[in-house]
Each structure stands twice: as C-alpha cells, then as structure tokens.
C-alpha cells in the first residue's frame, strides 16, 4: 500500500483532546470504488461502514473511564 497523509491533521486536534484515527478500506470489484473519497466520482462499497461503526465503538468502550 501507498502511504498516507490523511492523518496528518489530526494530530493538531489530538494536542487537545484524546484521539482515534483509522482507516477503513472501502474499495470493491466496482470500478469507481476506486476513486479517491475527496472525488465527485468517489462510490466507497457500502459495506466498510459496519466494520468501521465495529471499531470505532470498540475504541470507545475500551477507553471510557
């Protein structure tokens, strides 16, 4: 995989508050899942958001005080 920068902003708001950042791989055999989230022609495969809704609600349960 290529690296990525798409965290880098986050790390300004993690100075202020606890954080989480993850990335959820959305690509399917459907040709314009390929394109990049920031494009008019993005279409992310639906099924990434479950298994992010998984993992970020795990973080936060694994963190709450």
């Known amino acids: 995989p290529e ?3 798409g965290s880098e ?3 300004v708001y993690a100075d202020h508050t606890r954080l989480a950042y993850c990335k959820v791989g959305s690509r ?3 040709p314009l899942s390929a394109n990049a989230l920031h494009n008019a ?3 992310p495969d639906g099924r990434c958001i479950p298994v992010a ?3 970020l609600a795990g973080y936060v349960l ?3 005080p």
Do not use: Q
């Open 3 to 5: 690296p990525s920068s």
């Open 9 to 11: 902003d986050f790390s």
């Open 28 to 30: 399917s055999a459907e």
């Open 41 to 43: 022609k993005a279409l």
């Open 53 to 55: 809704m998984r993992a």
């Open 62 to 64: 694994a963190t709450l």
